[in-house]
């Protein structure tokens, strides 16, 4: 059962070219890093906040421009932990098109190819069409799930500054 699915994978990918293989890297590395900020919001996430909140409610003053200026440093490094690799995950969803059509660029060499040297010869111009095409839906697929990912992500970071931000009060 495995090994079917095994050599399924494997001639599925020998279909596509070689630059499936680099699309479907991208889509490992791009959801480790999903996963990662799953991570980070289950278990470092509380811990961030609570350091950053004793820092600021451990001051006695907390009206003047330098404290409104330490807040803002406080407010700045907790932001920049929350996102955490986001940046990085929104690179990796724009990138998976763009991989995907370099996939169609070769596949289309391939037909062209086939046509120059065999005549027009159907059987071998589909492979090439095959190798065109496989790239681009698999760039397309993998994009569109990076997408829901980092959308969900981008909500929780959006919302997390913005709660840490409203706890931490001017007031005092």
């Given at each position: 059962m495995f090994y079917d699915a095994y050599i399924n994978i494997v001639s599925f990918m020998e279909q596509g070219g070689?630059?499936?293989w680099l699309?479907?890297?991208?889509?490992?590395f791009m959801w480790a890093m999903i996963f990662e900020r799953f991570a980070y919001f289950q278990s470092e996430h509380k811990n961030v906040i609570?350091?950053?909140?004793e820092v600021w409610e451990g001051r006695s003053e907390r009206r003047s421009w330098s404290a409104r200026q330490i807040r803002d440093g406080?407010?700045?490094?907790?932001s920049d932990k929350i996102t955490g690799s986001l940046p990085l995950i929104q690179t990796c969803v724009a990138l998976c098109p763009l991989l995907?059509?370099?996939?169609?660029v070769t596949g289309m060499i391939s037909v062209f190819d086939a046509m120059a040297t065999q005549g027009g010869n159907a059987r071998s111009m589909a492979a090439g069409v095959s190798m065109a095409t496989i790239p681009t839906?698999?760039?397309?697929i993998?994009?569109?799930?990076?997408?829901?990912g980092a959308t969900f992500i981008k909500r929780k970071v959006d919302f997390e500054v913005e709660l840490f931000q409203d706890h931490l009060t001017m007031d005092h």
């Open positions: 070689n630059v499936l699309i479907a890297a991208l889509t490992f609570r350091q950053a909140t406080l407010i700045s490094e907790a995907g059509l370099l996939g169609t839906m698999a760039g397309m993998a994009s569109l799930s990076g997408l829901i």
